[in-house]
Nanobody, 126 residues
Framework: QVQLVESGGGSVQAGESLTLSCAAS????????VGWFRQFPGKEREFVAVSKRNGITHYADAVKGRFTISRDNAKKMAYLQMNSLNPEDTAVYYC????????????????????WGQGTRVSVSS
């Protein structure tokens, strides 16, 4: 069983930065595919960023160049550094990990992930 706890959300002004953290317990973190997703009110959760098992990262077009995903396997932590935030980034952000082979092959899909955190809210005002 893997448990994930996100932190670091909050309210900021447009142009400011936030760093989200995801603490994992259980399992072998270095083998996890780690993803960040976000959910706007009334919408489905959408892909934001992923750190695959080999360290390769991918980003949604909407955040490319502004957000950076990183991980510390020794600490079982993942991070999402968010710069140049704008009101369109306002959402609940979720950390997720995938343990399966297809988690690494199809990291953009919610179904590829096995465990999810409870989410942390980010609010950006103009």
């Amino acid at each position: 069983q893997v448990q994930l706890v996100e932190s670091g959300g909050g309210s900021v002004q447009a142009g400011e930065s936030l760093t989200l953290s995801c603490a994992a317990s259980g399992g072998t973190f270095r083998t996890f595919v780690v993803g960040w997703f976000r959910q706007f009110p009334g919408k489905e959760r959408e892909f934001v960023a992923v750190s695959k098992r080999n360290g390769i990262t991918h980003y949604a077009d909407a955040v490319k160049g502004r957000f950076t995903i990183s991980r510390d396997n020794a600490k079982k932590m993942a991070y999402l550094q968010m710069n140049s935030l704008n009101p369109e980034d306002t959402a609940v952000y979720y950390c997720a990990v995938g343990l399966r082979g297809d988690s690494n092959s199809f990291p953009f899909f919610l179904a590829s992930y096995d465990y999810w955190g409870q989410g942390t809210r980010v609010s950006v005002s103009s």
